[in-house]
């Protein structure tokens, strides 16, 4: 295949720092863009770091290596495509384990978006909300889903696109590299053609101009990507130029690959490594990691958005991730200082959970460490065996003990079994009130940190996890029912409707 193409970026009109960064390996047709999240820490530094990291990986790394870090994958998904998954998981490894090294820098993170073309198709990858578009025949096509909590209202249809101009929380994110230990990768393939233009960009583009207004500069400056990337960007600046603004635009020129039977995989499919990987991964970096004594880069950065976000805290001697179910925000202006890294002269264990924000509890001889909040981080632990026990209301408890081992880094995810659900439905009818809050056992139904009114429930409905055999009282308005879910049971349906509320089994 040839492809052509070009990246610009900008700082914009209302910020003096730019935190977005742009890779590319063209020899292997891999073009990517991370925009750092300077509201918490370095953002600039995350981005730069990141995408340094996936350049070196495919610059340095030896057959060997690879075969030690790749994800294994689904048979349609490529080795280069599970390298490229592979690289971006590493990314996110290198940031997670700086930010224990350098307290300073905590809460630094980036998003990811990226394409590559191999044998006649293009694989598209994400994390975040940047996102990559597809231009052919005049027409714009938007390929990635944003992780944000904007886009997961829309998709659980608690707001509609009429929504979006007044929602207050466009700029909250859910998904990064750097913000966790491990993270999951979008990737989909979608088969290219003579003269496609694939447009990757940050949010500092598709914010302030929309997706007609980037058709329309494409569909008439398409011919010249170069002039296409200034006339995109000089359009971002002139609608406000709130954030930095970086595109790039990648041409298909020639394609003489027949693409393979089944190999276009249009949905989108989430990526991320097994723990044996995630061992070996670990053991890779280290060359990309700077020795003990070496100081990070100090530099001004400013608030930039919102993410949902662990701060990192010190927990008798541990260092444990914390999550209080908030958005944390940096003040902007926050100075980066360098700190020295200290020895590694112990073992780490980093645990998460699916779901997540379960409790996790650390025992040494039968003796309670700490209680923290899932994803969790346990740093610097001396060798022994450790217990540990997951807790989270609706699920069965998990208990099970990790070894630890000097200069070594454990990584498990939990998958924890639900007990039961509760699903609340909505029947169209004047018995209620639209802003009406829905309680249960006194206290607000809350999804995403807001009150659930009837409104927000929608005709689709709304599950939780309940516990079986523990009573239960739902409230709506001046009515109340009282229900408990029996051992037998795996769910159990309220439906309000008529003005009633009627318990189904």
């Not at 699903?423 to 995403?448: A, C, H, Q, V």
């Not at 523990?470 to 409707?497: M, P």
């Amino acid at each position: 295949m040839k492809i052509s193409y070009v990246t610009q970026t900008d700082v914009g009109i209302k910020r003096d720092l730019n935190e977005d960064y742009y890779g590319a390996i063209p020899e292997k047709s891999i073009f990517f863009i991370c925009d750092g999240m300077g509201g918490h820490a370095a953002g600039d530094f995350a981005s730069q770091t990141s995408a340094e990291t996936i350049e070196q990986l495919f610059k340095d790394s030896s057959q060997e290596d690879w075969e030690k870090i790749t994800i294994a994958g689904p048979a349609e998904i490529s080795l280069q495509s599970r390298r490229i998954a592979s690289a971006i998981i590493t990314a996110n490894r290198r940031l997670f384990k700086l930010q224990v090294m350098y307290p300073k820098i905590r809460g630094m993170g980036t998003t990811f978006c990226g394409i590559s073309f191999q044998n006649g198709l293009c694989n598209i990858f994400n994390v975040g909300d940047s996102r990559t578009y597809r231009f052919r025949g005049n027409n714009l096509e938007q390929l990635t889903v944003d992780h944000s909590w904007v886009e997961e209202m829309l998709q659980d249809g608690d707001i509609s696109a009429k929504d979006l101009d007044t929602f207050g929380g466009r700029n909250v994110i859910t998904r990064a590299l750097g913000t966790n230990p491990l993270v999951q990768v979008d990737w989909k393939t979608v088969s290219p053609m003579i003269g496609d233009i694939f447009l990757i960009c940050t949010d500092g583009l598709y914010e302030e101009i929309d997706d007609s207004q980037i058709q329309h500069i494409l569909e008439t400056f398409g011919s010249n990507l170069e002039v296409a990337a200034e006339k995109l960007i000089q359009a971002a600046k002139e609608a406000g130029g709130s954030d930095n603004i970086t595109v790039t635009l990648a041409r298909v020129d020639e394609t003489t690959a027949a693409t393979p039977a089944g190999a276009i995989q249009p949905t989108i499919k989430a990526l991320d490594a097994d723990e044996s990987t995630i061992q070996m991964i670990d053991r890779h970096i280290d060359k990309y990691m700077p020795p003990a004594k070496t100081k990070v880069p100090a530099g001004v950065v400013r608030e930039k958005r919102k993410l949902y976000q662990i701060p990192l805290v010190q927990v008798i001697g541990i260092l444990a991730i914390m999550t209080a179910g908030a958005l944390l925000i940096s003040r902007p202006w926050n100075k980066v200082v360098p700190e020295e890294a200290a020895a590694t002269t112990t073992g780490d264990i980093l645990l998460s959970t699916m779901p997540g924000a379960a409790d996790v509890s650390l025992y040494l001889d039968d003796q309670l460490i700490t209680t923290t909040r899932a994803p969790a981080s346990f740093l610097s632990l001396e060798e022994g065996t450790y217990s540990i026990r997951v807790l989270l209301d609706g699920y069965q408890p998990e208990s099970f003990q990790i070894n630890v081992i000097k200069g070594e880094q454990i990584v498990r995810e939990v998958q924890l079994r639900a007990q039961a659900e509760l699903r609340l439905t909505l029947g169209m009818s004047p018995g209620f009130n639209n802003e009406e809050k829905i309680y249960l056992n006194g206290e607000t139904w809350d999804y995403f940190g807001s009150p659930l009114t009837v409104r927000r429930v929608g005709v689709v409905g709304k599950s939780i996890h309940i516990t079986r055999d523990k009573d239960y009282a739902l409230r709506v308005g001046n009515i109340e029912r009282t229900f408990r879910l029996n051992q037998n049971e795996e769910s159990i349906t309220l439906t309000l409707d008529q003005g009633k509320m009627l318990i189904e089994r």
